[in-house]
């Protein structure tokens, strides 16, 4: 089965099909030593509207010709995308409920990755944007895609790995683990609005908007102070989580003069707050 699943691009390693086999078996209540019956195997694939029969005539004609990449794997159908990441995820929003955050990121990760390529595409990224209300159009998150990328020194061209994905998330003071379940129980669900765009959760906003801010001085110098005020503070809001934490704020005091060490701005931020 893995050889049909490299023909629509399915790039994982042998460890990361394995995984992928095993959730298969398991949301249709197959024995994973048993192999899959030709039934099973028809019952996989669907009908037309999941695999056409042109789809079905591609695979045919290079599984008999046997091409192949170099290195010997097999090359994939052209436009084709292997999808089924979708099955190793929690399989109910009971299943996410009891996840840890240890076990939620990679979950959500894998949920997101519809490639099954162990890497986030900007496109992957953008239905995790839009489940916290990003809503430009793909212009625009092109442009965002492009400042994160840049902000954190990744090849966007290569897509993000697990790790980089996490870096990205945050914290649980970032992101909660009730906002990671709330990713995962819509991505399951596969919820959309009206238009085919996805859906946000409810009370979340994406604002990471501080990705894209005046690269020059001559932007900033255009802008009046009620534009200048929220674009600091999005540029201050490195994690986009719309409030400044004690360490963002203490990269506004070092610009205008502030030189203690971290214990004494913790004494400083403290009295600020209080």
């Given at each position: ?22 959730a298969i078996c398991e949301e249709n209540d197959w024995e994973k030593s048993q ?240």
């Amino acid at each position: 089965l893995k050889v049909y699943a490299e023909l629509f691009d399915f790039e994982g390693d042998d460890e990361a099909w394995a995984e992928e086999f095993e959730a298969i078996c398991e949301e249709n209540d197959w024995e994973k030593s048993q192999g899959l019956t030709e039934k099973q195997f028809a019952d996989f694939v669907g009908d037309a509207s999941s695999t056409s029969d042109d789809d079905l005539r591609g695979v045919l004609g290079d599984l008999q010709k046997g091409t192949e990449n170099e290195g010997g794997r097999r090359k994939s159908l052209d436009g084709q995308s292997w999808s089924r990441k979708s099955h190793i995820v929690a399989k109910s929003t009971e299943d996410a409920s009891k996840m840890s955050r240890s076990e939620l990121m990679p979950a959500v990760f894998r949920a997101l990755d519809r490639a099954g390529r162990g890497k986030l595409s900007s496109q992957d990224l953008k239905v995790y944007a839009e489940l916290f209300d990003f809503e430009g159009d793909d212009e625009a998150w092109a442009e965002e895609f492009e400042a994160i990328c840049e902000e954190n020194d990744w090849e966007k061209s290569q897509g993000l790995t697990e790790k980089q994905f996490a870096d990205f998330v945050g914290d649980a003071s970032s992101t909660s683990d009730e906002n990671l379940r709330g990713v995962l129980g819509d991505l399951q669900k596969g919820t959309e609005n009206e238009g085919g765009r996805r859906k946000s959760l409810d009370g979340q906003s994406w604002s990471r908007k501080s990705h894209i801010v005046a690269k020059s001085t001559e932007d900033a110098s255009k802008m009046s102070r009620s534009e200048l005020m929220p674009a600091v503070f999005r540029a201050l809001d490195r994690a986009g989580r719309g409030k400044l934490s004690s360490q963002d704020l203490k990269v506004y005091a070092e610009l205008v003069g502030f030189e203690g060490d971290d214990e004494e701005w913790a004494q400083e931020f403290e009295a600020i707050c209080e």
